[in-house]
Every structure is written in structure tokens, then in C-alpha cells.
């Protein structure tokens, strides 16, 4: 069983910042960042959950047309950490996200369309006009 932690969100106003963060929670996780498919999800009230970004094992990034240019993911192997910097929030990212891994070396369309093997627990982004 793995487990995920997820945290960095928060409120901020339309054009700031926020850097999402997800840890795992046993030491026996490192392996997955080197060589498995991590991303990040999210879910807006009265909307279905859709991906956001993902890195492979090859740290090759994909990111939705809505975030890509303003969204960085990136992952740690040292730390055990992916991040998703965030930049220009616009009120439509107002969102709980929800970080993810699928046990294949690379990021499929079967997990950017949400199959994934193991989800961390949802965080929070507000973003205010």
C-alpha cells in the first residue's frame, strides 16, 4: 500500500502563486519516483475530476491545454517530492487537487483519464477575481 500526502494549497487572488507538494508517506516509496507515472488531478464543484499535469519516468511533462504555460511540475527523488508550481491562477483553477501515480513507467491516456493506482488525499486552491 502506498500513501501519498498532499499539501501547498490555499487561497490566493487571480495572477498570484501557490506550489503544490506531494510527499510520500513510507521511505519505501522512493522507488516510484524514478520510475513510474505521477501527476496531478483536480475537481471543481459540479464538475468531473480532469488531469492537470503528469512527469514519467523519464521526468517527460504533460500538462492540460487550460494550465499549460503557466503550470511547472517537477519531482525530487532526493526529497520524495512532486511539486506543481502554479503561476497566473486565474478563478477557473479554483479546484481540490489530488495528486496521483499509475505503476507504468510512462504517463498513459488511461491515467490522464483518471486511472491511477494510488491518489494522495485532496488539497484545496481558491483562487478570488
Known sequence: QVQMAASGGGSVQ????L???????TSSYSRYYTTFCMGWFRQAPGKERGAVASIDSDANT???NSVKG???????NAKNTLT?????LKPEDTAMYYCAVDLN??????FWGGSADYWGQGTQVTVSS
Request: with cysteine.
Open 19 to 25: 506550489t503544490l507538494y506531494c510527499a510520500a508517506a
Open 14 to 17: 487571480a495572477g498570484g502563486s
Open 62 to 64: 504533460r500538462y492540460s
Open 105 to 110: 513507467y510512462y504517463c498513459s491516456d488511461v
Open 84 to 88: 506543481l508550481r502554479m503561476d497566473n
Open 70 to 76: 503557466r503550470f511547472t511540475l517537477s519531482k525530487d
